[in-house]
C-alpha cells in the first residue's frame, strides 16, 4: 500500500486554501516512545493548544507579528506565516495520554508520548 497516496487522501484540499498556516513537524519513534518535534519561534507556551485523539495529535496556535508595515512598505520576500496554524498528524503507534510530556524550549516545541503495546500475546495452555 502507497502511503504517499495514503496522506494525500487524508489531506483535505480547503487546509490548502484556508488562511491558516502549516507547521511542519518531525516524528520519530523509539522503542518506547513516539516524538513530535517542531520548531515555532514567537510562540508562547500559553498560546498553544495540543489536542490528544487515538490515533491524532493535534497541535494548534497563534504567532504574533510585531511589526507592521505600511502601504508604502514594499515587501520583498514574505515567507513567514503570522497569525494561527495547526497541524495534525496520525500517530505511528498508539500511545498513553497519560503519559504525554510536551515542552517548548528556544522556539522548539518537543511532544513525547510513551508507547502502549497493543499486540499481546496470549499464552495457550495444553489441556490433557
Known amino acids: 500500500m502507497n502511503t504517499d497516496n495514503q496522506l494525500n487522501d487524508f489531506i483535505d484540499e480547503t487546509w490548502l486554501t484556508h488562511d491558516e498556516g502549516q507547521l511542519s513537524v518531525d516524528v520519530i519513534e523509539t522503542d ?16 498553544l493548544d495540543i489536542t490528544l485523539t487515538e490515533d491524532t495529535i493535534t497541535i494548534r496556535g497563534e504567532r504574533s507579528h510585531h511589526c507592521n508595515e505600511t502601504n508604502k512598505d514594499q515587501v520583498h520576500v514574505q515567507e513567514c506565516h503570522w497569525g ?22 528556544r522556539g522548539i516545541l518537543t511532544i513525547v508520548m510513551n508507547k502502549v503495546e497493543m499486540d499481546k500475546k496470549v499464552h495457550v495452555v495444553d489441556i490433557n
Open 32 to 47: 518506547s516512545t513516539i516524538v513530535v518535534r517542531s520548531a515555532i519561534a514567537g510562540v508562547k507556551s500559553e498560546d
Open 84 to 105: 494561527s496554524f495547526s497541524r495534525s498528524v496520525i500517530l505511528p503507534s498508539h500511545i498513553d495520554p497519560d503519559t504525554v510530556d510536551a515542552t517548548l524550549k
